[in-house]
């Protein structure tokens, strides 16, 4: 530890030594000890025992060269010479506990204590009692020993584990704050150096790595981003860093980081950090271009680390937690491979020894207690089988660990883990990496004639019929749809358990706050009183108050106010010869409000709908014709008129204030000129320059009109060259919506097109010897490339400020190979996924779709004779709404499943087109939506596995009802006859032609009229029409006949 100590506050030591010198009525927490003596000699570096673990809880420093005496009327602190902690001085001037527990410090004027005999005090709060508690495995100061009978010793150490075992307020925060640094740190500083050292192939050792990592740990917070932590904090690492890579890993705590280089293949990462006394620990495994068997291992170790903090619950034994991972990886065939401890305890000790996380730990789990959960997967064997197609170093491994810790709290009805994923992330997406994609060569290009005729002669053989190699091919493409059906199900599993985790967390809140269910619904009025209202207001006419935006009704001559938010539609019916109408009709219970119902009237209609009547129509007639349409008309404008006003009001509602943007110091800001926006700021184009400040991106147009877009603010950046498309782009999702325009917008696109400048006929320079097309081509390639280059470059200086303020940004490109056509919007649209997102830039309206976001894909549609189908795509905020891409060709499905399920996204298919909004009203209000059994404890599919199982059902009875139904002819005639009058069950393209080319030749030689006949049969035609009935003895005889 380092010479700075932390210290606490005297309310903190007022409560913790009440506490403890109460406990001394607990006769078995302490051995039937009446009083403990704790001394402590020298402290050495990475030496932790209980003894210092009491005096960094009480006084928030290790008392070395020092002594505390408890009984039950007092907490003696024995200070000599060598200690010099300013927090042991600051804590000197208290006195007492609020519970009037006297509190002392005695000052031994020595530099060597342990050679004094206690004082005349200190004996007479321990010599008189039965027993006297103390540290086994710390000697009592010689002096001190000699004064205490040997019988009257008893070993208290389990008895402080216990009470440090349980932590209090203070405790908690600063483990948060531990916590909290360790994933800053890790992401700030290990990940990023990884990143860029396997990025620009620089050698770094393990050693380098960890340095890096322990000099941040005692950074300040605000630099890393940890703004949580207090800046005067006292931070420091719990161990030296651990990095491991290259086929050699040691899962223990107890690992140490080697001067060996980093290696691209599978690297653990191992981080702790201490927070004025209380440790956090934090463990992560990066994964470079890895095999599928990784991916299985790594899926169903998240699986076992859901079931884990499942079983971390108050009163269960700690043995749970690793019986809970074992039976999962036993699933998987991986229970072998899992070390005996998963686990200890945290607190001021890094690892308690009492509270390991085993098979044999008796111990129960309590509410503020803290663990590590380090779940591994130890030296699992990669056969050569696996690993001869991989890339990188990863090739080279025989066997290989996976690691996974967490910092996690034992609450009163959950496990809550606070080095927090989304920080230090643990999806797949986001630990693995694919680094040498680019070197992959086509395989047919490289291979020799002579490796062309060496082929297996046996599977020439196999496939020179048509037959054989459909089947080929069919069992090919069996094996790969069984090995994402397996893949699927670890998904689904380990989905499922997370749902289950995240439902818990939202439930104990909505028990913890039914009180605030039954919610105030507060009706305004828009006058206080009747004599408020407008002087010239007429009994028997409807008048408008466009301030107070209030139509008074007259009802049996009282004018009666009724404000426009209620006004559903207004209608004029058509006047008769008497009068003239108008109709109100006003918004009321048991109809369909719709979207454009103000909100404060559906809470009233939702807080009062069953208990109050609701006028729902109002009807007004007058003689006088042109008072009612200038009611209508005053009506109208006044419901157009707040409509936009409620329009402008949500566009605001969600808007987030912006920092200001600094420009750059130097003025030479990197920019590129010419460009276009969407959406536009003013008029049909917006172009202008673009420019990446310090902290953000300014775009200024040609009018001088600027839009500034701050780098805190960007979620997600896209950089898409112009490869066979017409523009080259710069697109940036936002985290919060600006108002461009005056619209609100989530999306900001800087782009340029290419075509303009290189289909200009009138200016295209002609060559004598090439054709012109080739010569436009080959400037349209230069263009394209230049442009290419131009917004890599300014995507790479704009990376470079971001990272200088602190606000990273990493640009994706869009994969056109994976690609795929639909439609999100209104029309057919390429969408190209990204590594975050699923996009389609090019035409407006944008779709930008975060796979962070999506808990759920399902496929309708999907049968064996539709050509096309629809996804589905189910946010994991249930009160967001569902996402569909339409008619997606259906040869697209594989690809498109192969990709969900690398992308670690469950997906399911089926046949029908379901009601979304109904079914998500549905999954909201049940609270067992992804448990196993429902509430009345009887089995149902868990989670989004009741759409498969519909699917099968509905297939098994389609299925059913084809074998089960025994043939009959005359059905069988019957359904040819329909056949023949139907056009949906048959396409036109039909070689139907093909079997019966003879019977239809003679068919049309008996068929076939002279020029007599068809004349007759034309007049006939034309009788019929004048006369207005249909002619049945010429072309209905015809078409009986050829039946």
Request: glycine share 4%.
């Amino acid at each position: 530890m380092s010479e700075e100590k932390a210290s606490v506050s005297a309310e903190i030591l007022r409560s913790r030594c009440a506490s403890l010198a109460k406990s001394l009525n607990d006769n078995d927490l302490w051995n039937g000890a009446e009083a403990l003596v704790v001394t402590h000699g020298e402290a050495q570096y990475g030496s932790f025992n209980r003894g210092a673990a009491l005096s960094m809880h009480l006084l928030g420093s290790e008392l070395k060269g020092g002594a505390i005496v408890v009984t039950k009327e007092k907490v003696l602190f024995v200070i000599s010479q060598k200690v010099d902690e300013e927090g042991v001085r600051a804590a000197q001037g208290v006195k007492s506990t609020n519970d009037g527990i006297e509190i002392d410090f005695e000052a031994l004027d020595t530099q060597e204590p342990e050679s004094l005999p206690p004082s005349t005090e200190i004996k007479n709060l321990f010599m008189n009692k039965n027993k006297v508690g103390a540290v086994a495995k710390l000697e009592l100061w010689d002096r001190w020993k000699a004064m205490i009978d040997p019988e009257k010793l008893v070993d208290v150490t389990a008895g402080i584990a216990k009470i440090l075992y349980i932590k209090d307020t203070a405790a908690l925060k600063r483990t948060n704050w531990a916590a909290s640094m360790a994933i800053r740190v890790f992401k700030s500083g290990i990940l990023r150096a990884i990143e860029k050292a396997l990025d620009e192939d620089e050698v770094i050792t393990h050693e380098a790595l960890a340095e890096k990592a322990e000099a941040l740990c005692t950074t300040d917070p605000a630099r890393i981003k940890a703004k949580d932590i207090p800046s005067d904090a006292h931070l420091e690492s719990c161990y030296f860093p651990i990095i491991q890579s290259g086929g050699e890993y040691d899962v223990k705590p107890s690992a140490m980081s080697n001067a060996n280089r980093l290696k691209d293949d599978v690297i653990i990462l191992s981080l702790g950090v201490r927070c004025e006394g209380y440790c956090a620990n934090v463990s992560r495994t990066l994964f470079i271009d890895p095999i599928p068997k990784l991916r299985q291992a790594y899926a169903a170790l998240l699986a076992a680390r859901e079931a884990s903090l499942k079983a971390m619950r108050i009163d269960q034994p700690l043995s749970e937690a690793r019986a809970a991972a074992e039976k999962v990886l036993a699933k998987h065939q991986l229970d072998m491979y899992l070390p005996k401890n998963i686990g200890f305890g945290l607190g001021l000790d890094f690892r308690d020894a009492s509270a390991i996380l085993n098979a044999k730990n008796t111990k129960t789990f309590q509410a503020d207690t803290l663990f590590s959960l380090s779940l591994a997967i130890h030296d699992m064997p990669l056969p050569k089988s696996e690993t001869e197609h991989a890339k990188g170093s990863i090739a080279s491994l025989k066997k290989v660990s996976l690691l996974l810790a967490d910092t996690v709290r034992i609450r009163a009805d959950t496990a809550i883990i606070l080095t927090n994923p989304k920080i230090a992330p643990i999806d797949w997406r986001e630990v693995s990496y694919f680094i040498n994609e680019d070197e992959e060569e086509d395989d047919d290009d490289n291979v020799s004639e002579t490796e062309k005729m060496d082929i297996d002669e046996s599977n020439i053989k196999r496939t020179r019929t048509r037959g054989a190699a459909q089947e080929q091919f069919a069992q090919q493409n069996l094996s790969s749809v069984k090995e994402r059906q397996v893949k699927q199900a670890a998904l689904m599993e380990a989905a499922l358990a997370e749902r289950r985790r995240v439902q818990q967390l939202k439930n104990s809140q909505h028990n913890n706050d039914e009180n605030d269910d039954d919610k105030i619904v507060e009706v305004r009025g828009a006058y206080p009183s009747t004599l408020h209202y407008p002087e010239e207001l007429s009994a028997n006419e409807v008048c408008v108050d466009t301030h107070k935006e209030v139509i008074f009704c007259p009802i049996n001559g009282v004018p009666v106010p009724i404000h426009i938010s209620w006004i559903k539609t207004c209608v004029q019916p058509e006047a008769d010869r008497a009068a003239a109408y108008l109709r109100l009709n006003l918004y009321a219970p048991g109809q369909s409000l719709g979207k454009d119902v103000p909100p404060s009237t559906a809470a009233v209609i939702e807080a009062f709908g069953k208990q109050q009547f609701f006028v729902k129509e109002l009807l007004f007639r007058s003689r006088e014709q042109r008072r009612l349409n200038a009611a209508y008309r005053a009506i109208q404008t006044l419901r157009k008129t707040y409509r936009q006003r409620l329009t402008a009001k949500a566009q605001q509602q969600d808007l987030v204030q912006q920092a200001t943007l600094i420009k750059a110091r130097d003025g030479r800001a990197p920019r590129i000129a010419d460009l276009s926006m969407r959406p536009v700021a003013s008029g049909k184009k917006s172009t202008g320059i673009l420019e990446a400040h310090a902290n953000g991106v300014r775009f200024t147009t040609k009018k001088q009109e600027t839009v500034d877009v701050l780098y805190a603010n960007v979620q997600h950046a896209i950089f898409q060259p112009c490869e066979k498309e017409v523009l080259v782009l710069i697109h940036l999702h936002l985290r919060n919506p600006i108002i461009i325009g005056k619209k609100k917008t989530n999306d900001v696109q800087f782009f340029t097109e290419v075509v303009d400048a290189s289909v200009a006929l009138d200016a295209a320079r002609r060559s004598v010897y090439d054709p012109d097309e080739l010569d436009e081509e080959q400037r349209e390639r230069a263009l394209r490339k230049k442009l290419n280059e131009l917004f890599k470059d300014f995507c790479k200086r704009l990376e470079k400020a971001a990272r200088t303020n602190d606000t990273p940004i990493e640009f994706d490109i869009p994969y056109r190979d994976l690609g795929f056509h639909g439609v999100p919007h209104r029309e057919m649209v390429l969408l190209q996924p990204t590594v975050h997102c699923l996009v389609n830039l090019t035409e407006t309206p944008f779709f930008v779709l975060v796979l962070d976001d999506v808990e759920h894909v399902h496929f309708e549609r999907c049968t064996l004779r539709a050509k096309n189908f629809d996804a589905i795509f189910i946010k994991k905020d249930h009160d967001l709404p569902t996402m569909a891409v339409n008619a997606i060709p259906m040869q697209e499905l594989d690809a498109i499943q192969d990709w969900l399920t690398d992308m670690n996204i469950t997906y399911t298919a089926g046949p029908a087109s379901l009601t979304w909004n109904t079914v998500m009203q549905a999954v909201r209000a049940d609270t067992t939506f992804y448990d196993s059994t429902d509430e009345d404890g009887e089995a149902k599919p868990a989670g989004w596995q009741f759409l498969q199982a519909d699917a099968e059902d509905q297939a098994d009875d389609d299925g059913g009802d084809d074998e089960d139904e025994d043939y009959d002819e005359e059905d069988a005639e019957e359904d040819e006859d329909e056949s023949d009058d139907s056009d949906e069950d048959f396409d036109e393209d039909d070689d139907d032609d093909d079997d019966d080319d003879d019977d239809d030749d003679e068919e049309d030689e008996e068929d076939a009229m002279d020029w007599d006949e068809m004349e007759e049969q034309a007049e006939a035609e034309d009788r019929a029409k004048r006369k207005g009935e249909r002619s049945e003895e010429f072309g209905s005889s015809k078409k009986i006949a050829r039946r």
